[in-house]
């Protein structure tokens, strides 16, 4: 079956800091790949996607490669600020012949705080 | 963009009342929705997949009959929570899309206490 994995956390990082956070998984498919993140209290965004091997992502300085050699999807910010501290998830979408099928596969979630 | 609305926000009730929550898609017809619990400080587990005009499909190990789920139109489903119990505290999430390789988007979710 389907599955993600994501480093373990927290992360803890100075504001203007470089952040990675990895992401690797494993599906039968052809998957599509998303970060989401989530804020105290509330539910999930959509942070960026991509939906084929190479394909980058990117959102508010936010970016990820489809790694499909390696079954990667790693997060990364050049500089983080205090308002980047949130839960991550990376998760993964069934895909068959390109097409999407809404069920989604969540990692374990990655809790990133930034202090000034 | 797409807008996905969650309601109740909040709700804390006694042990062995029903609750109901509501997810409603604002601005776009959503033939499936999804449900998850999620746990503090855990990732989401995704309960069932809500069809328009059919029976939800549950993962395995949930109770189809605690956690009922109606999805009457393309624009809203719902979950009730049967004679809830402590044990069914949680933050619950449901979301929309996701088909044709266009993402999901999430409502803000409900957190239910039971006491």
């Known amino acids: 079956g389907n599955s993600v994995t994501q480093m373990e956390g927290p992360v803890t990082l100075s504001e203007e800091a470089f952040l990675t956070i990895n992401c690797t998984y494993t599906?039968?498919?052809?998957?599509?790949l998303f970060w989401y993140v989530q804020y105290p209290g509330e539910g999930l965004q959509l942070l960026l996607k991509?939906?084929?091997?190479?394909d980058k992502g990117s959102n508010k300085g936010f970016e990820a490669t489809y790694r499909k050699e390696t079954t990667s999807f790693h997060l990364e910010k050049g500089s983080v600020q205090v308002s980047d501290s949130a839960v991550y998830f990376c998760?993964?979408?069934?895909?068959?012949?390109?097409?999407?099928?809404?069920?989604?596969?969540f990692g374990q979630g990655t809790i990133l705080t930034v202090h000034p | 963009g797409a807008v996905v609305s969650q309601h109740p926000s909040w709700v804390i009730c006694k042990s062995g009342t029903s609750v109901k929550i509501e997810c409603r898609s604002l601005?776009?017809?959503?033939?499936?929705m999804f449900w998850y619990r999620q746990f503090p400080k855990q990732s989401l587990m995704l309960m069932a997949t809500s069809n328009e005009g059919s029976k939800a499909t549950y993962e395995q190990g949930v109770e189809k009959d605690k956690f009922l789920i109606n999805h009457a139109s393309l624009t809203l489903s719902t979950l009730t929570v049967t004679s809830a119990h402590p044990e069914d505290s949680s933050f619950y999430i449901c979301?929309?899309?996701?088909?044709?390789?266009?993402?999901?988007?999430f409502g803000d979710g409900t957190r239910l206490s039971i006491l």
């Open positions: 998760a993964l979408s069934d895909s068959v012949g390109g097409t999407s099928y809404g069920k989604l596969t």
């Open positions: 601005d776009f017809q959503a033939t499936t």
């Open positions: 991509a939906t084929k091997a190479d």
């Open positions: 599906a039968t498919g052809y998957p599509s």
């Open positions: 979301s929309a899309g996701g088909k044709n390789n266009q993402p999901q988007h």
